[in-house]
């Protein structure tokens, strides 16, 4: 088991100083690590990528050297230099909207990466997972046909954008001929084709230099103001006016129209695969992504957007919001399990109480590598071999963060605080990042004023910070 050293992403959309908890957890972590008040914290990274790799606390030597050099049955091969695991897991703290986006299938991403492999700059997929830490927002997948229906005949600006008779009206009809709108048979001859009128929508929505968005925006808000809401929540409302004010005249105010606006509340979950379209609103989570950062965006961000690669990918299914969440499965008096239909990432949560029995506070053995962090409390932690060979006992507290290796025996002798922490596994080999393209650390990290915040609100790239 390794000690680890991590990487934070400094991101404007990330939470200031102190209110962000992946500063604090970081810090607590990270002893020469200082907060700094007016600079916003987003992600802590904790796994192989290349654009933010683990390294051994001890020694500096990155995650990924260290595994190619100490081979497992799940590694590659054994004369690699780096070994990848196929995940990340991160903490995330959002303080205002994340650019819409869609990430590729393997498939996908490999046309995408041999076509573009500066945008692309590698051949996997990034499936992801969100466990709210706190209360949680997100948009994820396309809506339920019946409330994209309902918006559509409630809000003219809506149906204007997805295309008026000529797009939106195809997609009315269809819709309106399915048997039972609150349980669609996705087989069904009129699913199929609702997809397909969607996409035609969806494609004219995101036509180039369109013309009249700043005159259908000023139209959804003034049907607000008067009012109308057909499927729109009354939480959903105040979504579209804060992005009204971020991202002024972006055509991505609209998408709580037509994307479902999850709220979870603290230990919910929900995943969702590539070619599904979403956007994180607000809060804390612990994610889990496939070992990648292909990106395809559609709005609210200054970054490339690539129209043709965007209405390719999604899959334009219509959702409703329970299918993306994950439940919860208790294994043990002290870990349960979430497991989406991935094989990147499964996800434990472990919590242990100051007084458990010795039977209680062990943790599952895995047969495959993992990584472990600490969120909350203090205890004593026992490594032992899969003969139950004592190899190490550890301090433990909030901001540690561990590589555990395969079929190691990890088990907690005492907890002097009840402690929580969050362990990613995954039974799967990582992919080969040896020759993506790596996006530059930048060892100085400036001081952004408060002004620039406010104009940059919506940039994502920004420098990494390691210690």
Request: glycine letters at 4%.
């Amino acid at each position: 088991m390794e000690q680890l050293k991590c990487h934070v992403k400094q991101y404007a959309w990330g939470k200031y100083g102190e209110e962000s908890e992946v500063a604090r957890l970081f810090a607590d972590g990270h002893e020469s690590f200082q907060i700094d008040q007016k600079t916003p914290y987003a992600e802590l990274w904790m796994g192989t990528h290349p654009d933010g790799p683990a390294q051994l606390k001890k020694c500096s030597t990155k995650l990924s050297t260290y595994l190619a050099k100490n081979p497992s049955p799940l590694t590659n091969n054994n004369s690699a230099k780096n070994i990848h695991l196929p995940f990340i897991m991160k903490v995330m703290s959002i303080r205002t909207t994340l650019s819409l986006q869609v990430h590729p299938t393997k498939e996908q991403a490999r046309r995408l990466h041999e076509k573009d492999p500066i945008h692309y700059p590698d051949r996997n997929h990034k499936p992801e997972l969100a466990y709210a830490l706190t209360r949680f927002e997100l948009l994820c997948g396309f809506r339920p046909a019946r409330e994209i229906l309902q918006n559509l005949q409630t809000f003219p600006s809506f149906r204007l954008l997805f295309g008026g008779d000529t797009y939106a009206k195809p997609l009315e009809d269809c819709i309106q001929q399915m048997k039972d709108l609150n349980s669609v048979d996705q087989k069904s001859t009129e699913f199929k084709d609702s997809r397909k009128y969607l996409e035609d929508c969806f494609r004219f929505m995101m036509v180039p230099e369109r013309n009249d968005v700043h005159d259908l925006i000023a139209k959804l808000l003034s049907e607000l103001d008067n009012g109308l809401r057909g499927a729109v929540e009354e939480v959903t409302v105040g979504v579209i006016r804060k992005m009204s004010v971020d991202f002024p005249n972006d055509i991505g105010i609209f998408s709580p129209l037509f994307l479902n606006h999850m709220i979870l509340e603290p230990g919910q979950c929900c995943y969702y695969a590539a070619e599904e379209l979403h956007a994180y609103l607000s809060g804390e989570c612990v994610e889990c992504v496939g070992c990648s950062n292909n990106t395809i965006r559609a709005a609210m961000t200054p970054k490339y957007i690539d129209r043709d690669a965007l209405c390719s990918v999604l899959n334009y299914k219509m959702t409703e919001q329970k299918d993306y969440l994950v439940p919860e499965n208790k294994l043990t008096e002290c870990v349960d399990m979430y497991a989406p239909d991935c094989k990147d990432f499964q996800l434990h949560r472990i919590r242990v109480g100051t007084h458990q029995t010795v039977e209680e506070m062990m943790i599952p053995t895995l047969d495959c590598a993992s990584i472990f962090v600490v969120v909350s409390g203090k205890g004593t932690l026992e490594e032992a071999t899969i003969d139950n060979q004592l190899i190490g006992q550890y301090e433990v507290k909030r901001g540690d963060i561990f590589y555990i290796p395969p079929k190691h025996n990890i088990r907690f002798s005492s907890c002097s605080e009840p402690l929580e922490g969050y362990r990613t596994f995954s039974y799967e080999m990582g992919p080969d990042h040896d020759t993506r393209l790596v996006t530059p650390v930048q060892n100085a990290v400036p001081t952004i004023t408060e002004k620039m915040f406010k104009l940059d609100a919506d940039m994502e790239e920004a420098i990494t910070a390691v210690v």
